[in-house]
Nanobody, 115 residues
Framework: QVQLVESGGGLVQAGGSLRLSCVASGGFFSMATMGWYRQAAGKERELVATIYSAGTTNYGDSVKGRFTVARDNIKNTLFLQMNSLKPEDTAVYYC?????????WGQGTQVTVSS
């Protein structure tokens, strides 16, 4: 059973930065496809960024050029560096792990960007 714990969320002004972390335990982290998703109030959950086991990344259109996803396979940790934050980035951010057909989610961390 994989457990994911996110941290690093908070309140920040527009234009500011935050760095989210997601620590994984109980699974083969280095083999997993890891991702960040977010869900704003009243909206569907959407992809923010994905990083594959080989390090390849892809991003949602709304965050390209502003967010960077990275992973540390030694520390079993996933990161999301968020720069130039906008009020529309306000959401609960979730970490997801996928190994073969199994998916696991963290509990989420709130990010609020004030204008």
């Amino acid at each position: 059973q994989v457990q994911l714990v996110e941290s690093g969320g908070g309140l920040v002004q527009a234009g500011g930065s935050l760095r989210l972390s997601c620590v994984a335990s109980g699974g083969f982290f280095s083999m997993a496809t890891m991702g960040w998703y977010r869900q704003a109030a009243g909206k569907e959950r959407e992809l923010v960024a994905t990083i594959y086991s080989a390090g390849t990344t892809n991003y949602g259109d709304s965050v390209k050029g502003r967010f960077t996803v990275a992973r540390d396979n030694i520390k079993n940790t996933l990161f999301l560096q968020m720069n130039s934050l906008k009020p529309e980035d306000t959401a609960v951010y979730y970490c997801k792990s996928r190994i073969l057909t199994r998916e696991y989610w963290g509990q989420g961390t709130q990010v609020t960007v004030s204008s």
